[in-house]
């Protein structure tokens, strides 16, 4: 806290959208472990980006949440603003290149709910290829007898091929899981070394070999403007008729209309799908009706951990830019290196760029 005109108030202030979203509510106990120390108060926004941009118009830090979006406009309202910090993975609510321009940095958590997202990933391929939905209705509806027949026509685990489009941390966390199973695995991401697919037992390929080879396509892109509609009409068409798709990264990075088309039309088998385009799915989506489909409510990430541990560290992220420190995780790390924030991390003794 600081004096000013005989009163005390908070050294920075830090502006945040009302009502619990996506988890985060009124408590904010756990993010101030880190910024009571440094005289840091959060001040909860009514309303919409109008509101949030009155609010912003002084504020030190912007705590994202899933909505409203922080806009260019949000962010060139807020003149005083040092970082903007998500307690997500996904960083597509923040216009990243306006913060970009004005040299503010946007974290985010990359690595705090890697390892439920996998076990996500591996349920919803375990559930597809055994046909787990189906054969709960079955028995419910009393076709015990039909149960067995159907699982004929579907080969077992052991074998089959499983590709991996982009390869970060839950990529790796799946593959570790899957290798067990007896998978052959493919992965395809042209921003990392092939090296690091190897490690996990994974064959680097190009996309389209990807497609064409895999029984089950798995899809962990980001949800950036280079990975909008990866998947479009004309990958679902190179896929076999007997795969399956999988998404628990963003809907944003497949063309949800194609995707229905190939399901409707039998140009692949079936899909499991914790993300949607629009969430939540309009309950008219043609997805909802389909037996060959597995859904979950972007529900990927949670855990009895999840708030705690994602307040905590979007608290201590906070904590170190208005500290004039670099934060653990930037998105933008470009704005770093050209601020006046000091970088505390050592410098990594690994290969790096033209090493």
Known sequence: MVLRKGVL??????????????????????????????????????GGEDELVTAAADAD???GKVRPRITARVINAAKKLKVISLASVGVDS???????????????????????????VMT?????????????????RGDWAKARPMLYQFPRLMGMTLGFISFGHVARATARRAAPFGFQMLGYDPYIEELVMSDYGVQPVGFDELLQRSDIVSMHAPGTKDAHHLMKEAHFRK?????????????????????????????????????????????????????????????????????????????????????????????????????????????????????
């Open 9 to 46: 108030v908070a050294r920075f202030k830090i502006v945040t959208t009302a009502g619990p979203a996506a988890g985060v509510g009124a408590d904010y106990s756990l993010e101030m472990e880190a910024l009571a120390a440094i005289g840091a108060e959060i001040v909860e926004v009514n």
């Open 61 to 63: 830090a912007i705590y």
């Open 94 to 120: 923040v216009d990243v290149d306006a913060a970009t321009a004005l040299g503010i940095p946007v974290t985010n958590c990359p690595d705090t709910f890697i390892e439920e997202v996998a076990d996500h």
């Open 124 to 140: 919803l391929i375990l559930a597809s290829c055994r046909r787990l939905v189906v054969q709960d209705q079955m028995v419910r």
């Open 239 to 355: 896929m076999k008729q007997t795969a399956l798709f999988v998404n628990t990264s963003r809907g944003s990075t497949v063309d949800e209309a194609a995707m229905i088309k190939a399901l409707q039309e039998g140009w692949i088998a079936g899909a499991a799908l914790d993300v949607l385009e629009t969430e939540p799915v309009h309950l008219e989506n043609p997805l909802l009706v389909m037996d060959n489909v597995i859904l979950t409510a972007h529900v990927s990430s949670a855990s009895s951990r999840f708030d705690v541990a994602r307040k905590r560290r979007v608290g201590a992220e906070m904590a170190l830019v208005l500290g004039g420190k670099w934060p653990r995780a930037c998105v933008n790390p470009a704005v770093l290196d050209k601020s006046t924030l000091e970088r505390w991390q050592p410098y990594s003794m690994e290969r790096g760029p033209g090493n």
